[in-house]
């Protein structure tokens, strides 16, 4: 089918229903999926180009190619043989050149095809996840000059009036480079441009080439290389101390170190070079996250617990999942480490993924100093540019290790021999927005399907479906042992499965006793602090025993809400249905409310805007309150806050938590970042605030959460050589959740929680799918939400509950509804016609499916 648009011209969308395998690869043209900007999800075509002589195209290629007026990022689908018999191939576009050849391999593109499927997402969404930022960007076509194959007099060799005023702007320029878009501007006629660019290409008098976006092109510094001697040629002192210089350095310095070492001139070295004694050469430097000088590492001695564990990974061959069950301080990382070590001398590859960035610079640094430059590094917040090389660099099949957060499962590595989901139940791991709504660890079973590898699941706390998927029941028990070898049922195949167990700490050290303090009983003991007389002891003990801390809170800021203490009005965000929290910046300074939903800030008022009392209070604690309060009662406490407010700015989750391990501060304040598999050797307390902003929320996951997340941070404590407490302040002790805490009993705490989601039929033991639908017209947001649960109420499968709003309604100007499905646990979750469903929201209300969701506040 042609499409006939004044802006899409010749360019052929391919027929429904082929394959996307490769034909012969000597045919001309090929079908490639365009990254078009502005494209809706249903809109994602495929285009037929034609392969230009000089370029060698397979299936997989990132290209770039012409679309319209512009040029575009595409990838290489299926060599055709010949375009659709109704097109004429003189109006089919060329090709315009390669960015990355062999990307995209069989598995691979069988990964990203289960991904689209699955959670109902375009392809072309979801191979812009898998790549680096910019590098389906918009690139830029351009002619540079030959000089050296120019003779004397071109211009009267040439015919064409266009070519011979091509030929004079590019030498008017010293480079002798321009766009194409510049030199069409000049020239009166675009086609007459075209013949003369071909007549100065043909006589090789110029060249074309693409320039990549910026991120896209390698970044490159000048080096100098000693390639003589100099004793056969001519040479002053000065130049025989420089070349002696460049002979200490092994050979070779980057220019502007050896400019100054030496303390010379460029135009000195070039006077070297023009004698053949040095090269000056551009050589690519990889930009890639910075990290400090590391002693190197050695494997450690195994208790037999890890060498069991050890020993069941490596004797894997192919396919499996594990379930690495270890206890806070077991040693878990170590088992990935010498599980990973024999895989590089095969000439494998391992992926290591973390929830968190906060995780990567302690775990990447301790992989580091046991395999050295190997080891890389890949999430958002590095720069597009160290992302894109870092991207470029798994592609050469070297074998290495790559640490990252959730993106990274779509790291390129062709000789995947591992991967590795360490706190495999941290709900970072699922994507919420935007699509694909993705959960890392369901694309990680099937990504280590395709590639026949293991695939390991760490955690201290499991999440309940990954619990259930090793028990050899369907019931709420627990797996049989260790070692122990089930089938269960995923959304796509059946997977063989390993329960390995890791009860005990390294060296036997104790799990630390949790002592839960009842803050009712403080209060009507007068204390009214929001410290309990437990931690304020435990407090005051660190300096006087040169030990470190850990302080847990839910929330970040001051304060949770401001109210009026006459009239009980609460500052609400204008743009979102919740309460603005107090920000405290610095003394002095104006007292800042914030909203952390929409960023929306404004000063807090002397007065209440609706009855204009005075009496404004602060209700609520946030880590700035922590820490104000500790300034107050402990002044000779040097404390670190730790939390997105202080972690902003790149590199400073790496150097708050060096400050901390050097000792440079007794306390670490902050929220979930905490619980996170930090390693923090000479932690020996840790307070839980307020445990109960943890338990109280309106979603069935919040048990499930508020266990993993106060276990996690309870296992900070005791990690070294001396032993550790944990203290958590509650006004609700005798809550399940709190109780298994205290006793570190997570099988009972499963029972109990899996029974409640049978008898409810929620994950694991069913399948939900969320529709989320927001707008700026409540009642369109509502009125399609309910067109839409009635067009799915005609199709037998699945239950709806719903539409109803969000629980918080509207975020930043936008009205939310949603619409729950609920599935059975062994079927995939199919909306029958979703495309459909897709139409039946207009241009004013967006849809999100959200499969498998995570939150569903």
């Not at 575009?72 to 050849?101: C, F, H, T």
């Not at 110029?206 to 000693?226: D, G, H, I, M």
């Not at 967006?846 to 506040?857: H, Q």
Request: with cysteine; aromatic share 8%; glycine share 6%.
């Amino acid at each position: 089918m042609y499409i006939n648009d004044l802006n899409l011209q010749n360019l052929v969308v391919a027929e429904p229903g082929e394959s996307y395998q490769a034909q012969n690869l000597g045919n001309r043209y090929i079908e490639v999926l365009v990254d078009c900007p502005g494209a809706t999800d249903t809109e994602a075509k495929l285009y037929v180009y034609r392969i230009a002589p000089n370029l060698e195209i397979r299936p997989g290629d990132i290209l770039s190619v012409p679309f319209g007026a512009q040029q575009l990022g595409a990838i290489a689908i299926r060599i055709l043989a010949e375009p659709p018999s109704n097109i004429p191939s003189e109006n089919i576009k060329d090709v315009e050149d390669i960015i990355q050849k062999d990307f995209f391999r069989d598995s691979y593109w069988s990964l990203l095809e289960l991904v689209s499927k699955y959670y109902y997402t375009s392809l072309i969404q979801v191979i812009r996840v898998a790549l680096p930022p910019g590098l389906l960007g918009r690139s830029q076509h351009r002619i540079r000059l030959k000089r050296e194959s120019i003779p004397n007099g071109a211009e009267e060799f040439l015919r064409l009036s266009a070519a011979r005023q091509i030929l004079e702007i590019l030498q008017s320029q010293p480079d002798g480079d321009y766009s194409y878009r510049f030199l069409k501007r000049q020239v009166k006629s675009k086609a007459q441009f075209y013949i003369g660019k071909k007549q100065l290409i043909d006589r090789g008098w110029a060249e074309t080439y693409v320039e990549l976006p910026k991120y896209s092109r390698p970044q490159t510094k000048l080096v100098v290389t000693l390639v003589s001697d100099g004793l056969h040629v001519a040479l002053n002192k000065r130049q025989r101390e420089i070349l002696k210089v460049l002979r200490d350095c092994d050979g070779e310095l980057w220019l502007n170190e050896f400019l100054q070492i030496c303390k010379t001139t460029t135009s000195t070295l070039r006077g070297l070079e023009q004698k053949g004694c040095v090269v000056i050469e551009e050589r690519e430097v990889l930009r890639a996250e910075q990290s400090p000088t590391l002693t190197q590492d050695q494997a450690k001695t195994l208790n037999a617990a890890q060498a069991n564990a050890l020993a069941t990974i490596n004797s894997i061959n192919g396919f499996a999942q594990v379930l690495l069950h270890g206890i806070t301080g077991s040693g878990k990382t170590e088992v990935y480490l010498q599980a990973i070590a024999p895989l590089l001398h095969q000439g494998k590859s391992a992926l290591v993924l973390v929830p968190e960035i906060g995780l990567t610079p302690q775990l990447t640094d301790r992989f580091r100093a046991r395999f050295g430059n190997k080891v890389a590094v890949y999430h958002s917040a590095l720069s597009e540019g160290e992302r894109y090389d870092t991207w470029r660099q798994m592609l050469t099949g070297e074998p290495q290790v790559v640490i990252g957060t959730r993106s990274a499962i779509f790291a390129p590595l062709p000789k995947l021999g591992l991967i590795i989901l360490d706190e495999e139940h941290d709900s970072s791991f699922k994507q919420d927005s935007p699509i694909p709504t993705y959960h890392a660890r369901t694309v990680a079973q099937w990504r280590a399907e395709l590639e026949n590898c293991p695939l390991v699941l760490g955690s201290a706390t499991p999440s309940l479906e990954s619990w259930v998927s090793v028990s050899g029941s369907r019931g709420a028990g627990g797996p049989g042992g260790r070692g122990a070898k089930e089938e269960y049922l995923t959304p796509h195949s059946q997977l063989p499965t390993y329960y390995l167990s890791l009860p005990e700490r390294i060296n036997s050290r104790p799990l630390p006793p949790v002592e839960v303090v009842d803050m009712r009983l403080e209060l009507q003991q007068g204390n009214r602090s929001i410290f309990s007389r437990s931690l304020q002891e435990a407090l005051g003990q660190l300096q006087e025993k040169k030990q470190q801390g850990i302080l847990f809170i839910h929330r970040r800021g001051y304060s949770t809400f401001v109210s009026c203490r006459n009239c009980g009005y609460v500052l609400e965000c204008p743009h979102c249905d919740v309460s603005l929290a107090y920000h405290h910046t610095e003394e002095g300074a104006p007292q800042l409310l914030r909203c952390h939903y929409c960023n929306y800030g404004r000063s807090h008022p002397q007065f209440c805007p609706d009855c204009s009392s005075p009496y404004l209070k602060f209700f609520g604690s946030g880590t700035q309150r922590v820490t104000q309060e500790l300034a107050k009662q402990f002044p000779q406490l040097r404390f670190i806050r730790f939390d997105s407010d202080t972690t902003r700015n790149k590199g400073a989750h790496r150097t708050l938590l060096t400050q901390f391990a050097n000792g440079e501060a007794d306390l670490l304040v902050g929220t979930q970042m905490l619980t996170k598999g930090l390693d923090l050797p000479q932690v020996t307390l840790v307070g839980v605030v307020a445990a109960d902003g943890l338990l109280h929320l309106s979603d069935y996951r919040a048990s499930e959460r508020a266990f993993q997340t106060l276990t996690q941070v309870a296992g900070r404590a005791g990690r070294g050589d001396d032993p550790g407490r944990v203290i958590v302040q509650t006004y609700t002790p005798e809550h399940q959740v709190i109780e298994a805490v205290r006793t570190h009993d997570y099988q009972s705490f499963c029972q109990a929680e899996l029974e409640q989601r049978q008898d409810l039929d929620y994950p694991p033991y069913g399948r939900l799918i969320l529709l989320r639908l927001s707008s700026l017209d409540p009642i369109q947001v509502q009125n399609t939400a309910q067109i839409i649960a009635t067009h799915l109420g005609s199709n037998a499968g699945f239950e709806i509950l719903g539409p109803a709003p969000a629980s918080v309604m509207r975020v930043a100007n936008r009205y939310r509804w949603q619409i729950l499905l609920k599935f059975s646990p062994d079927e995939l979750p199919q909306l029958p016609n979703w495309e459909e469903i897709r139409d039946l929201c207009c241009d004013r209300v967006s849809l999100t499916i959200d499969v498998d969701p995570v939150n569903i506040l």
